[in-house]
Each structure stands twice: as C-alpha cells, then as structure tokens.
C-alpha cells in the first residue's frame, strides 16, 4: 500500500511495474530488435502502395463491417525532438489530402476532439505542441484534464463510456509520470496498452498490458516482483474491471522511423515523411492474425470485453499519422475477429507508383 503522504492517484506503484525486461538496456536493445527482422525495403514502398495493400488485408469493403467515427487528440503527440518544419515524423500534424485518403481507402472518418484547440489551413491540420523540456510534461496534464472533462460530459450524456487511444511513447511515459513513482524509466513495446479509470471524478492509473504477454495483467508481488496474474485472480478482477469507465492507451505500431537502417535524413527533412518514412510495418497485422497469434488478438478482444465492451469504445489517435493508422488497424483487426471476418495475409495489389509529394488525389 502506499505511503500516507503518497497521492491517491499514485495508488499504481503497488498495482503493476514495467516489467524489470523492460527497465533496463536489455529492455531497450529488445525493441530495437523487434524491427530489426522487418524488411526495410518496405519502407521504399510508395505510401499510397502501402495504404492500399492494408486496407486489401483489412477487407474493409466486407458488407458485415462495421463504420466507426474516429476521434483526433490533441496534447496526446510524441515529443518533438526539434522544431515541426523539421522533426516531420514527430510533428503533431496531418495533411487533409491524406485525411481524405484514409477517409477513401479505410471508410475513416473522423472528428477533432476538443477542436477549438486545433488550427488549420487550407492544406493541414495541427494539433497544439511546444518545444521544451517540460511540453510533454504540460501536455500530460492537459490531457489527463481534458480526458476527465471528456468522461463527465459523456456519462452527463449517456454517450459511449470508453476511450481507445493510440499514442507515443514519450507521451504516455510523461502521463504514467503523472499518476506513478518508480525510479526505472518505464519502456513500452509498440502495440503495449496503458489503463486509465475514471471514479468518482477523476482519472487513476489501473494496469499495463504487453503484446508480448497476451494482453494479461501485471501485478508486483511483496517483494516488488512483477507476476502475471493466473485464471483466479484475473476473475477475481473482472467485478473491478466493471468499476468506472475506461481509457485504454495503446503504443502506435512499429514503423520504418523506428528502423535501424532509418536515417536521420529519413526522418528529417524528406517531404513524405509523415507518410512514407513513418508507415507501420505490414508486420502488425501478423501480430493479431488469428492462424500465427490467436493468443494476441483473444487477449486484446478479451481486455475490452472485460472493460465495457467493443461496442462502448470510442477509438480515436494522436494527430501523427502512424498512430492514426494504428487505430485503424486494430478498429479493424477487432471488428473482423468479433464478426468472424478473414484478416487476409497474403494479398497482392498492382503497384501505383506516385511521384509528388504523398498522392495524387
């Protein structure tokens, strides 16, 4: 139990650790060699390629499937390393072209979360950012009020109790932060959640769920060692589970920019940064495909069933476009597992070759 001069909201330094693989150079050289097996030449694809042959696998235009509005973030971006004109992978912004594309190519359709807060032109969308040491920080808080403004309105509403966001790294080490103490630097795996709760009022840290581990709970034993949870105590949790309302943070997929052979020019100052130098890896549909990994995609469906259900999420994402379409992918990984629809894994489709910055649309 924590101590009495420890925040009630700091209740999750006795609930769950980073997993001691994940708080050490061991951890860190582990997920750089998650990309590491994944064929960099992939990222020569063009993007539109690359969009197109996702959604093939998705079978987005299945007559069963279900239409979901997406949710655009603010506050919630990576940490920009240098200023946006440059740092085009981490900039909180997204072309309206490319919008229009997923809106094409996925049937994604979107709105912007407390929108006053985004600016536009004629040609993008930008999320709020800083460059500082402590933005991320303020960002973290921004969100954590937001979100819990976000959970009274809607239960004020009777609209949709959850939220399923997708996310960076940095980000939600700084929202961990918020809420926890714990010496290690906290590591998350692409695809990795955080769980938030909403209670009486205000937003407290719950879990963390590794891709690795199926999605099944971490809990620290009496002498600080992190255990998985067995059968019992898991369903011991389910009632918990039913408490409040629920924010499941997801980590974005592994993409080109995380890629040993990424340079620093890739990530820079190239125009199709945002798009092609970032795409997610066609990897992470193999990651939830129920013929290799049955166990990943039943956990996955498993946590939100035992937190509200499919059905009483609101998916949304960051601004940045790998995480945009992250959420996406697993809208769509889920809706085709629930409704029994083949994830196809080995289409083909005729390369269009475009030749200006993103596409021609």
């Known amino acids: ?66 239409i979901q509005q997406f949710k655009i973030f603010p506050y919630c971006s990576e940490k920009l390393k240098i200023y946006r004109g440059v740092d085009k992978v981490n900039s909180p912004t997204i072309d309206i072209r490319m919008l229009n594309t997923f809106k094409s190519l996925f049937k994604y359709d979107y709105d912007l979360h407390n929108e006053k807060v985004f600016k536009r032109d004629e040609k993008y969308i930008y999320s709020p950012y800083e460059i500082s040491k402590h933005a991320i920080k303020k960002n973290a808080k921004e969100f954590k009020m937001m979100m819990e403004k976000s959970f009274k309105t809607d239960i004020d509403n009777n609209y949709k109790r959850n939220y399923f966001i997708v996310s960076h790294s940095n980000f939600m080490t700084d929202l961990y932060k918020l809420f926890c103490v714990n010496n290690n630097k906290l590591k998350l795996d692409n695809v990795d959640i955080m769980h938030f709760k909403y209670i009486d009022g205000e937003l407290i840290f719950h879990n963390i769920y590794r891709w690795e581990d199926s999605y099944k709970s971490y809990h620290t034993d009496n002498n ?16 918990e589970n039913n408490e409040g309302n629920n924010l499941l943070i997801m980590r974005h997929c592994a993409g080109c920019h995380n890629h040993p052979e990424s340079t620093l020019v890739d990530k820079g100052y190239r125009l199709d940064n945002s798009g092609k130098y970032a795409m997610c890896f066609q990897e992470i549909i193999n990651q939830f495909a129920p013929q290799e990994n049955y166990k990943k995609i039943e956990g996955l469906q498993k946590l939100l069933e035992n937190n509200g259900g499919f059905d009483s999420y609101t998916f949304g994402s960051s601004i940045i476009f790998r995480a945009i379409l992250t959420v996406i992918v697993i ?31």
Do not use: W
């Open 1 to 66: 139990m924590a101590d009495s001069n420890t925040k009630k909201t700091q209740k999750c330094i006795t609930i769950t650790k980073a997993s001691s693989i994940h708080k050490t150079k061991k951890g860190k050289r582990r997920i750089k060699q998650l990309v590491e097996k994944y064929d960099y030449n992939e990222c020569k694809t063009p993007t539109y390629d690359s969009l197109k042959l996702f959604s093939a696998k998705l079978n987005i235009n299945h007559p069963k499937k279900k």
């Open 331 to 361: 809208f769509n990984i889920l809706n085709n597992y629930i409704l029994g629809i083949e994830t196809k894994l080995d289409t083909k489709i005729n390369t269009l070759y475009e030749n200006i910055f993103y596409l021609k649309i």
């Open 224 to 239: 600080g060692k992190n255990i998985i949870f067995n059968i019992e105590r898991e369903n011991e949790r389910e009632n």
